[in-house]
Every structure is written in C-alpha cells, then in structure tokens.
C-alpha cells in the first residue's frame, strides 16, 4: 500500500479521489457529489427516514483485526439496517470522516472501497459528506436517508398483547466473534510470525467483521401481504431491543429460550470460552437481525417465512418481560446488559 501523505491532495482533492466515477442510482437524487448539498427529490406520498450512526476507533472497533475495506462495508451496512427496521428502504448516505496523520490516502481508499461495495450491492448512492483532521484516530460518521410509502414506515411502539414476535437469522453470533478476534490479538501479541486460528469459525469471524442488513426479510414480509406492528433491528442485543419494544409500546412479553436461534458455530464458540450461550444470544449486539412483532392472525404467513423465527408473544405490560426456561414453567426478568454507547468502558 502507497504512503501518499493526505495533506499533500487537500480536502477536495481526496473528495474527488474517493467519489470519483459516482453516479447517482436513485430519481430522488437530483444532485450527489460536488457541490455545497445534495439535492434530493421524493414523491408526495413518501415518508423520508433519516439515521445517523457514528463508529470511533478503539470504542467501536479496532484496527488490529478490522480491516479498512470491511470496517467500510459494515459501517454504510448499519445505517441501511436502521432504514430496514423501519419497513423502508435506503437511497442515499452522506460520509464523514475524522481522519489522523497516521493515515494515508491509500487507507482512505481501502475504506471508501468497502462504503462503495456496500452501496453498490444494496443500491445506495453516496451524495456528500466532509472529512477533517482527528487527534483520536478514526471517526467515521454516516447519515442515510431512506424512504417508506406514505404510512408504511414501522415503529417500535406499535406492538399489542397476543402478537407474535419473531426474529431473523441467528443471534449472538457476532459477540462470539468478536471474542475469537479478541483472543487471537492476545494471541498475537509480540509475535511476528503468528497466524490466527479460525478454522471452522469463519461464519462467527465474518459476522463480527461483514455484517448484513436483511433486506430480504423486509422484502419478504411486503410480498407475503404482512406488515409487522413493531420492529427494530439488533445491534444492542436482542433483551435491550425487546425492553425498547416493550417500553415504547406500553406491553410485557415472554420469550421462550429453547426458540432463540443460535447457530452450531456460537455455540462452538461459546463452550470453548466457558461462556453462558444464552445471555450471548439475549445480549451480544451486532447481529443486525430484524426483531419484529406480528398480528396472531398472521401466523400461518410467518411460518412460511425462511429465516425467520416466532420466539415469544407479547402480553399486558402489567405481566412485565420474562425469559421462559426450557423447562416451560421458569421465568427470568428479561434485562438489558447488551452494549451501552455511554459507558466508559
């Protein structure tokens, strides 16, 4: 890789080297890269969804075993999930990045080549953004922008007592990766010539490191004529994200342990580190699975549904938020203890 100091470019020289050959997918993009904004036009009957999600170095991820070009792809791939977990679907994202000396234009490449394989493969243009000096490392901040029909955007705050709730995928299998990564840098530590183990744990690896947005389970639902009542995407944890759900709905829920769906490589993962599977499954985060809620009547649809799994229902909110045991009689409070972005540590 080249060591072509970023100063040497200026800030709109390294904007034209990163965006350069963008062309804009989308109608509602009247105007992308290369003036003071964006332009952006949406039809009358469309509601607009904006999100923001900002990823620090050393708080959020680590460059030792992140690589730029994945570390790219997954920050553009979270804020299309957040769209997703609206009922929407993304168009557009603006790009910003706080960047320090020790960075070079190539390693800006390398990440604006992940950002653009993400929005080339979900269909998003790239329409502006701002990079500045940093004295903390890397900050990347991206806001997308999205679209629902009139009306059809999801919230949280729509569940009922007796609707279904469903989850898609497997969950804890990002946590138990970024733990394999965790060990292999401890590993690693003062050794040149040492070469990570992941053999047989590359699915857990690849979901800590390339995350998905489910796309095809919004898809899914809209041709399936079913339109969840409540939904949100797992990035804290699916305990925390069922407690938002809940709250914002004024409602309780029961969510049976032996339904929560973990694949045999966390769980591999899980026995060799001593860990307790099912709190990585209730709280690990990072998954970017769609935690949604469902009409009763609905159930004959859903179940026809691949990847997706009904793992609980919701009840009064006076019955409060349990965790049932797989003896089906046991109830544990449902806690959230998944990641919090404000905690020191």
């Known amino acids: ?9 200026g800030e709109f ?8 050959g963008l062309v ?8 992308g890269v290369g003036d003071d904004a964006a332009v952006l036009e949406y039809p009358a009957e469309t509601d607009i969804l904006v999100t923001t999600d900002m990823l620090l170095e ?22 299309f999930s957040d769209i997703y977990a609206m009922n929407g679907v993304p168009r557009q994202i603006t790009v ?14 390398e990440l604006y080549a992940g950002i653009r394989l993400a929005c080339e493969i979900y269909g998003v243009d790239i329409i502006g953004g701002d990079t500045c000096a940093s004295h903390q490392g890397l ?26 709730i469903c989850v898609s995928g497997d969950l804890g299998a990002a946590y138990m990766g970024l733990q394999l990564l965790e060990r292999e840098k401890i590993a690693s530590a003062g050794r040149k010539d040492f070469e990570p183990d992941f053999a047989g744990k590359e699915y857990i690896v690849e979901r800590q490191l390339k995350p998905e947005a489910r796309r095809d389970v919004v898809e899914a639902l809209a041709k399936a004529g079913i339109k969840p009542t409540s939904m949100m995407d797992i990035s804290d944890g699916l305990s925390s994200e069922l407690l938002h759900i809940c709250k914002q709905s004024g409602v309780g829920c029961r969510v ?36 949604f809620t469902i009409p009763l009547s609905a159930h004959d649809k859903i179940s ?10 919701i009840t009064e909110e006076s019955k409060g938020c349990a965790l049932v045991g797989r003896d089906g009689q046991s109830e544990i409070p449902l806690r959230a203890q998944g990641w919090n972005p404000l905690a020191e540590n």
Do not use: W
Request: net charge negative; with cysteine; proline share 4%.
């Open 24 to 31: 804009p997918k989308h109608h509602s993009t009247s105007l």
């Open 13 to 20: 020289g390294l904007i034209d080297r990163l965006t350069g």
């Open 304 to 313: 026809e549904l691949p990847g997706v799994r009904e793992i609980g229902y």
């Open 96 to 109: 910003s990045l706080g960047v320090s000396k020790r960075f070079t234009v190539e390693h800006m490449e």
């Open 1 to 9: 890789m080249g060591q072509t100091e970023i100063s040497s470019l």
């Open 256 to 291: 049976y342990e032996e339904r929560i769906p973990i694949d045999y490589q966390t769980a591999l993962m899980a026995e060799e580190l001593n860990m307790n599977l099912v709190t990585a499954a209730l709280n690990g985060g990072e998954d970017y699975e769609l935690l």
């Open 58 to 79: 050393n708080v959020h991820f680590d460059l030792t075993y992140v690589p730029l070009k994945h570390l790219g792809y997954k920050a553009a791939v979270v804020n």
């Open 139 to 164: 900050v990347i901040s991206i806001t997308c922008i999205g679209e629902a029909g009139r009306g059809n955007a999801v919230r949280r705050s729509g569940a009922k007592p007796t609707d279904i």
